[in-house]
């Protein structure tokens, strides 16, 4: 990492401070809150567009490393632009409320138009029994990126949990993407760097108990921009779908697994509802420090929050990036990393739903 890195990097999360700031001013003066309800596991009115701050943020830094530097490639800067069209559908939702069909096309439009510019090619399982078709490949591209926008958007439900793990990823894959290119010589992982500066910014705002949600504009921009770095990543040949996968696994389990079970029990997998694990430890926890008599409503909550939050981050930083850089340096072995992975998280999720009852 050099000095300019570093530079960048630092005015990149001062301006998001700033910008963020700027976003719990506006929501003040406008009245423009998140109202909570029977499931939310906050209580009063709370600032929710914090994530615009960032997003605004990446944008420029995007801009200034394309147009002054003329480090981004025209092809990876036009996907990555892509990301507006979610930002404002998310932004509308935030404000006056967006049915699920609008946002699902919008998404689908630039998922689509994405897999199709940077013309993805995977190596499917089995693909040496069956060569599937480019037209199936990019299909399960698409989904699969649809899904991990909306999943990083379900599991944005407490303070700080969306923030981490977007950090961690984006630092994770910084890190062992530098095992194969020197970001010298890859620009896109610069990206990566600073737009966890970028995030860490909001996070002064979102560590709990937090001042301001990211709301569905920071969430669907994360689940995207994250999303399109895999792509690339995976297009250019430094990181495979087993780094990611694995890097992305408390998310991806406890979202599937919920919406699974949800679907199972015959309750709809798009209403909005609070039995993610993670969810369900929290109010596990805010039931045992509630015996504290101390503690105030606010600080039992926030406690619960904070100790969720920063065990999600433990899991990724001592469990999943340790075996990711496995991953990274034997590609082979992938596919039993990600099992590995996988396993515990799943056990985790399930133990914490009777945890919870």
């Known amino acids: 990492m050099s000095p300019h890195h570093t530079i960048i990097f630092i005015l990149v999360c001062l301006a998001s401070i700033l910008m963020t700031r700027w976003c719990i001013q506006l929501s003040h003066s406008s009245g423009v809150f998140q109202h909570t309800d ?4 906050h209580s009063g ?3 929710h567009i914090g994530g615009l701050g960032f997003a605004v943020v990446f944008y420029l830094t995007l801009f200034y490393l394309y147009s002054v530097e003329n480090a981004i490639s025209s092809q990876n800067t036009v996907v990555l632009m892509f990301g507006i069209p979610l930002c404002i559908a998310g932004l509308w939702d935030d404000l006056k409320g967006l049915g699920i069909k609008p946002r699902l096309i919008v998404q689908l439009v630039c998922v689509v138009a994405v897999t199709w510019i940077l013309d993805i090619d995977l190596q499917l399982p ?3 029994l069956w060569s599937a078709p480019q ?3 990019q299909l399960i591209v698409a989904v699969s990126l649809v899904w991990w926008l909306n999943a990083f958007n379900f599991m944005d439900g407490i303070d ?4 981490f793990e977007a950090i961690f990823i984006l630092l994770a894959t910084y890190i062992l993407g530098g095992f194969v290119v020197s970001s010298d010589a890859n620009l896109v992982l610069d990206l990566h760097f600073y737009l966890s500066a970028a995030v860490l910014g909001f996070l002064f705002f979102n560590f709990p108990p937090a001042k301001t949600f990211m709301g569905d504009v920071g969430s669907t921009f994360l689940g995207y921009i994250t999303g399109v770095f895999s792509l690339i990543s995976i297009n ?3 990181l495979t779908p087993w780094i990611w996968l694995i890097l992305s696994s408390v998310f991806l389990v406890d979202t599937t697994i919920t919406l699974l079970r949800r679907f199972l029990e015959g309750k709809s997998v798009t209403e909005a509802h609070c039995e993610h694990a993670y969810q369900m430890m929290t109010q596990y926890l805010s ?3 509630a015996l504290d008599n101390e503690l105030t409503d606010g600080q039992v909550r926030a406690r ?3 100790t969720v939050s920063l065990s999600v981050f433990a899991i990724n930083l001592f469990w999943l990036f340790p075996l990711a850089t496995w991953a990274a340096l034997q590609p082979e072995q992938g596919n039993v990393l990600l099992v590995t992975a996988w396993l515990p998280l799943v056990f985790i999720s399930i133990y914490t739903r009777k945890l919870a009852v």
């Open 45 to 47: 009115d709370m600032p």
């Open 135 to 137: 037209w199936l490949v």
């Open 236 to 238: 250019e040949g430094y």
């Open 304 to 306: 619960a929050h904070r």
């Open 38 to 41: 029977h499931r939310s596991l």
């Open 287 to 289: 039931r045992r420090y």
């Open 126 to 128: 089995l693909e040496h």
């Open 160 to 163: 700080g949990i969306a923030a």
